[in-house]
């Protein structure tokens, strides 16, 4: 397979979606846990919130896969860990799969 630049846009495409979906994760998740910390302290039913910051690793793991997706480095963890959140998000799945059809692109290590 040669190097065009569809490749090129499809990398850039998948590594923004997926530091976009990271972020957005993580600060879901921080509101989240701030919100019902704050609703533990005053004993209410605000508390609960607290069980929705689950996607704190997700988001990160999905930020570190677009990171690497961007530096076109590490394609075998970049792959593995937008897999991963598609568990989570399914908003990753197109990046997944924008990642598998250029692996060639990637300095693998």
Not at 53 to 65: E, F, Q, R, S
Not at 66 to 95: D, E
Request: hydrophobic share 55%; with cysteine.
């Amino acid at each position: 397979m040669e190097h065009t630049e569809k490749h090129d846009t499809a990398i850039k495409v998948s590594g923004i979606w997926l530091l976009v979906v990271g972020a957005a994760a993580i600060t879901w998740s921080l509101v989240c846990l701030g919100y019902g910390l704050n609703g533990i302290v005053r004993n209410t039913w605000d508390g609960l919130a607290i069980f929705l910051t689950p996607p704190l690793v997700p988001g990160v793991l999905c930020l570190l896969a677009g990171v690497w997706t961007l530096k076109q480095t590490h394609w075998k963890l970049a792959i593995w860990f937008s897999g991963v959140s598609i568990l989570l998000f399914g908003l990753t799945l197109i990046p997944t799969l924008l990642l598998a059809a250029t692996k060639k692109e990637f300095v693998i290590q």
